[in-house]
């Protein structure tokens, strides 16, 4: 009995100490952080006091080795961007990103999003924060450009800033972020192509992303043609372009990929024949080609896609025989409404119903924060 009692004591004594605060340096920078917001109503920052902001600071953790603060975590309400429902003396949090954070170099997550109100531009510094792997600022009121430096952050797999004010063009070297996973800079007021590795048009380079699951630059300026090498990203799952100002053909390579489940165009000003390459391995959940000035038929090789759910070709040039059989037999008129000369198909609806641009876009905000969340537990995990 004696020696199990011994090798306890062994263990306990060799256990590491819990990290309650943070280093001097890293406390000054979290209360200069701190000072450039204001919470008049939830009572984020009534834990930041002391010196413990490693264990008893809401939002903030630490790496329990040495004391440093990893991470940054201050999500708004998940509610509506829209307040017009919500009570005036209701405040959400306001002020400006301080660039004291660029002094936490050790940080790999920062999310300050949702809080409706915080304005400013986006520090320029934080393309100094080599560790960074997270940056969400989703739904604030942020304004100015992206960083131009922003490809020297080798390690980010999130970065989110949509529903802001951000503008000016894609900066080149955002294609250079090999390890980014999620990409939203939806609801802004970018302008130019999509770079060449991704500018105010999309750059070809943006193919070297070869993580990325996620690419949303809807409702922006966006314009030029879509590249090639979208369609040859191998992870690549959801696309949102609609909304911008895009031109030119649909390339064949971005409806043949296999791994693309949603892919979103609409409202755009493409044009040219909808590609014929679909695949038995093709499979859309949601396939929004509206609002465009597409020509000639329904691809025939949309009956090979083992699943196709929503499909909306409307508001186009199309002419020619609707294809019979699935997936079109499931499909509403309106999926073809509003084109030259569609015929065949089911019985005309009335009305149309709502495009995926609009459906989907109201449903978005939910799926982004889910997927930042499962980066962060996966981003931890990593070490």
């Known amino acids: 009995m004696a020696l199990p009692f011994i090798v306890l004591l062994v263990l306990f004594a060799a256990a590491p100490e819990v990290?309650?605060?943070?280093?001097?340096?890293?406390?000054?920078?979290?209360?200069?952080?701190?000072?450039?917001?204001?919470?008049?109503?939830?009572?984020?920052?009534?834990?930041?006091?002391?010196?413990?902001?490693?264990?008893?600071?809401?939002?903030?953790?630490?790496?329990?080795?040495?004391?440093?603060?990893?991470?940054?975590?201050?999500?708004?309400?998940?509610?509506?961007?829209?307040?017009?429902?919500?009570?005036?003396?209701?405040?959400?949090?306001?002020g400006s990103i301080s660039p004291a954070i660029c002094r936490l170099d050790r940080l790999s997550t920062f999310i300050l999003a949702y809080w409706r109100n915080i304005s400013g531009p986006i520090p320029p510094c934080i393309t100094s924060l080599s560790m960074l792997r997270i940056f969400?600022?989703?739904?604030?009121?942020?304004?100015?450009p992206i960083p131009g430096d922003i490809g020297r952050l080798s390690r980010l797999t999130v970065f989110s800033v949509a529903d802001n004010q951000i503008s000016d063009q894609i900066p080149r070297s955002l294609t250079n972020l090999a390890s980014l996973m999620h990409l939203d800079l939806s609801n802004n007021r970018i302008t130019g192509d999509i770079p060449e590795p991704l500018t105010?048009?999309?750059?070809?380079?943006?193919?070297?992303?070869?993580r990325l699951a996620d690419l949303d630059l809807s409702v922006?300026?966006?314009?030029?043609?879509?590249?090639?090498?979208?369609?040859k990203m191998r992870v690549l799952s959801s696309v949102y372009l609609d909304c911008n100002a895009l031109s030119g053909a649909i390339p064949?390579?971005?409806?043949?990929?296999?791994?693309?489940?949603?892919?979103?165009?609409?409202?755009?000003a493409l044009e040219g024949t909808i590609p014929d390459v679909f695949i038995a391995q093709s499979y859309y959940t949601a396939l929004d080609l509206s609002y465009n000035r597409l020509t000639g038929p329904?691809?025939?090789?949309?009956k090979l896609a083992s699943y196709v759910g929503h499909?909306?070709?409307?508001?186009?040039?199309?002419?020619?025989?609707?294809?019979?059989?699935?997936?079109?037999?499931?499909?509403?008129?309106?999926s073809f409404a509003n084109n030259h000369c569609l015929c065949g198909g089911r019985s005309e609806v009335p009305t149309l119903t709502p495009s995926i641009s609009e459906n989907t876009r109201r449903a978005k905000p939910s799926r982004l924060r889910r997927t930042t969340l499962d980066l962060t537990v996966r981003s931890r995990s990593d070490g």
């Not at 105010?200 to 070869?210: L, R, V, W």
């Not at 064949?252 to 755009?268: A, E, M, Y």
């Not at 040039?317 to 509403?332: R, S, T, V, W, Y």
């Open 136 to 144: 969400d600022v989703v739904g604030n009121q942020l304004s100015g």
């Open 220 to 231: 922006n300026r966006v314009s030029g043609t879509i590249p090639n090498t979208l369609g």
């Open 19 to 94: 990290v309650r605060c943070c280093t001097p340096s890293d406390l000054q920078a979290l209360l200069a952080f701190k000072a450039g917001l204001k919470d008049p109503n939830f009572g984020v920052f009534s834990t930041w006091k002391g010196s413990e902001c490693c264990s008893k600071w809401y939002g903030v953790s630490c790496d329990m080795s040495d004391g440093r603060v990893a991470g940054i975590n201050l999500h708004g309400e998940a509610v509506d961007l829209d307040s017009s429902m919500l009570p005036r003396r209701v405040r959400f949090i306001t």
């Open 252 to 268: 064949p390579t971005l409806l043949s990929s296999h791994g693309l489940n949603i892919l979103n165009l609409s409202r755009n």
């Open 200 to 210: 105010g048009t999309i750059p070809p380079s943006i193919g070297y992303m070869e």
């Open 311 to 334: 499909l909306d070709l409307s508001n186009n040039n199309l002419c020619g025989q609707i294809p019979a059989g699935e997936p079109f037999d499931h499909l509403q008129s309106s």
């Open 298 to 302: 329904v691809p025939k090789t949309l």
